[in-house]
Each structure stands twice: as structure tokens, then as C-alpha cells.
């Protein structure tokens, strides 16, 4: 079975702060990377795809990744209460289908 | 622009009852998806469709069944309905049979049963 982790949280960090968000996965062979953003009742929205290792950055958020490590992170600069929403971090299964396995998501509160 | 369009978006079932989802997509993806999330659960998945005719079982299949109706449609059915499935049922697709594109979601069906 494959593993997805993220850190239990929640998480809470002030307005403005950044806020980083870490998830380890087992799948050494994973190839594409994502996180998703989930506001409380509402459905999953991507917020970043990654593919390769180091860096990507879109606006405010910056997602970086370590194949060797098996780690992938999501970091949110000048957090903003609107950020305040559960991450789940999706990591694609290798092999020839096309799943996704998740991890349970961790919780952010950002405080004005 | 539509997206991942489900229905209904709440139902409410008495024990041993039938229903099922229904889930479109407007955005000519090949594969489709059902997962359920429960508190503490995370996402999960039911059964997925990587392509038009296609079906295959996900991480918790049992107690349900789904179709592929064409490229654009995917529904779950609970044949008997239990107090275990009572949870938010998630439809996505994605334009990539490889899975190593973006799933989209829909707004979900919330799902109680009695």
C-alpha cells in the first residue's frame, strides 16, 4: 500500500508569516506531485503541480521537491487568513494506472 | 464552464435503500474518478475509470458498483445502502490516462444514511 504523510497539525502561524507545509511519501518511483487546497465544505482546488526535483514557484506559494529524499513541500509566503484551509498533498502511484494516492491532508489557520 | 458536475448534492437514505451518483464532465477527460472522504480519513478511492470503457477498483470498492456511460459520464451506485457509506462523495477527472496530470473536482454529494 502505498503511503502518503503529512504532518498531523493543525497548523497556525500570524499574518504574513510563512507557512510550510511538508509531505513524505513512500512511492520512490513517483514522478508527478500536487497539492490541493480544500476550504472547509467545499471541494479539492490544485494549487501546484511538480514534476522535478527543486523549486517551482506561482505567486505566493512555492512548491519544492527532493526525489531522493521522498519528501515534497508546499511553502506559502505572506500568509493571509484567506489561506486558512486543510492541504492535501497527492502523490501519482507508478505503474501503468493512472491513480492518485493522497495524504489526509493538513489543516492551516492563519491569525490576522 | 462547468467542469465536474454532480448530482444530487445531498441525499439522505434509509438503510438497504439504492441510489446512485451521478457525475459529468465537460472537459473531453479521459479519466474519471469516485472517492469518499470521511473526518480523519482523507481522500479515498472508490473506483476509477482511466478510460472510456474502462472500470477498475480503487482502495475501497466494497458495497459499491459504477459505469462508465461514455467519455463524459461515471456513476456510483450503492446497492444497498449502509450507515458505514454515510460520508461526502467526491467525482474528478483528468485529461491524462497516465495519471500524471491534475484531477478536477466537483462540488460533492453529501451522503447520510439512517
Known sequence: QKEVEQNSGPL??????????????SDRGSQSFFWYRQYSGKSPEL?????????K??????AQLNKASQYVSLLIRD????????????VRDTGANSKLTFGKGITLSVRP | NAGVTQTPKFQVLKTGQSMTL???????????????????????LIYYS????????????????VSRLNKREFSLRLESAAPSQTSVYFCASSSSPTGDKP?????????SIL
Open chain 2, 103 to 111: 484531477q478536477h473536482f466537483g462540488d460533492g454529494t453529501r451522503l
Open chain 1, 79 to 90: 500568509s493571509q487568513p484567506s489561506d486558512s484551509a486543510t492541504y492535501l498533498c497527492a
Open chain 1, 47 to 55: 494549487i501546484m503541480s511538480i514534476y522535478s526535483n527543486g523549486d
Open chain 1, 12 to 25: 497556525s502561524v500570524p499574518e504574513g508569516a510563512i507557512a510550510s507545509l511538508n509531505c513524505t511519501y
Open chain 1, 57 to 62: 514557484e506561482d505567486g505566493r506559494f512555492t
Open chain 2, 22 to 44: 451521478q457525475c459529468a464532465q465537460d472537459m473531453n477527460h479521459n479519466s474519471m474518478y469516485w472517492y469518499r472522504q470521511d473526518p480523519g480519513m482523507g481522500l479515498r
Open chain 2, 50 to 65: 482511466a478510460s472510456e470503457g474502462t472500470t477498475d477498483k480503487g482502495e475501497v470498492p466494497n458495497g459499491y458498483n
